[in-house]
C-alpha cells in the first residue's frame, strides 16, 4: 500500500510518500517539503506565535494535498521538539486538526530517539553488532545505543543545530560568527555531552557508531572535500580526522560561503557550524574515530513501527485516512 510519513520538525515539515507492506523494504515513491521552521515561530514566552501557526496548518494542508496528488492511502503524522517545547502546543495541535483533519503526535525525545535506532538497526542488520545512533535535528539531539532492535538506552538534549544557532550567534549564522560567540558553544555543548555520556556507558561498548540526517549527511560530504572541491574521502562516513580540519574553515565562512560547499543547502547552512560543533565534541568525547552515515532515520523508523504493531505502537487516531483537502 501506499503510505505517507508527516514529520513536523523544527526546520521542514516533510511528507515521504512510499510503497510498503508488512516484512517488506519500504520504497520512496515522492517527497514533499516546506521549509517552514517553526522553531522561529516562537513569541518571548516560548508558544508559537498566531502566524506561525497559520504557517503551519498552510504547510499541513498543502502536504496532505500532495498526498492526496500521489494517491496516498493513509498519513502517519508526527512532531517533535518545535511542538513538544511550545507553551501552546495543546492550542497548536487543536488548531492543526480543526483546520485539516490531521491529529499530531507529539514524539518525547526519548521516543524519537528509539524509532531513529529501529530504523538504523534494520538498515544495518544484526550483523553489524551493538550500535550506537547519533541524530543532531534541528531543535534536539537524539543519542540511542544498544544490541536489539529498541535500544538500551535513549537519551534526548537540547543540542539541535537550529537551536544553538539562534541561542549562540547574534546573526543567527548568517554572518561569520564571533571568536567569542564559538568559544562560549563549544564549552556548553561539550559539557552537556559530557553529561549524557554516563548514561550512555550503561549500553556497553558498541561496534558501529551511526549517524542519521541532514546535519551528519551535510557534514560527511563537506568533510569528504578538500579546500578547492577535490574528493578526499568517502562521503558515505564522517571521520574526524577531516571534520577536525573542517571545522575552523566552517568557523571562517557566513552562510553564504557554506551554503558553496559540496552537500549544504541555502536554508541548512546557518546551522552547519553548530551542528558541526556537536558532531565533534560527540565524536571526540566518545571516543569516535568515524560515523558511518545510514539513508534512513525517524522517518523510515514510524513507518517500521507502525508495520511491526508492537505493544506501545501508536493509537489509531494517529493515523489519518487522506480526506479531501478543506478550502
Known sequence: MRLGVLDVGSNTVHLLVVDARPGARPLPAASHKSELHLAEHLGPSGDVTDSGTRALVTAVRDAMSAAADHGVEQVLPFATSAVREAGNAEAVLAEVADRTGVVLHVLSGEREAALTFLAARRWYGWSAGRLVVLDIGGGSLEIAAGQDEAPDVALS??????????????????AVAADDEIAALRLRVRRDVARLAPELSRAGPWDRTVGTSKTFRSLARVAAHDSDGRVTGD???????????????????????????????????????????????????????????????????????????????RPPSTIVAVPPVPA
Open 157 to 174: 538534549a537540547p543540542l539541535g543545530a537550529g537551536r544553538l544557532t539562534r541561542e549562540a550567534f547574534a546573526a543567527a549564522g548568517q
Open 235 to 313: 562521503v558515505g562516513v564522517l571521520e574526524r580526522a577531516a571534520l577536525h580540519a573542517w571545522v575552523p574553515r566552517l568557523a571562517r565562512m557566513d552562510a553564504a560561503g557554506r551554503s558553496r560547499l559540496q552537500g549544504v543547502t541555502l536554508n541548512r547552512a546557518p546551522q552547519l557550524l553548530a551542528g558541526a560543533l556537536v558532531a565533534e565534541a560527540l565524536m571526540d568525547l566518545l571516543d569516535v574515530p568515524a560515523v558511518a552515515i545510514c539513508p534512513w532515520a525517524l522517518r523510515e523508523g514510524v513507518l517500521l513501527h507502525h508495520f511491526d504493531a508492537l505493544p506501545d505502537a
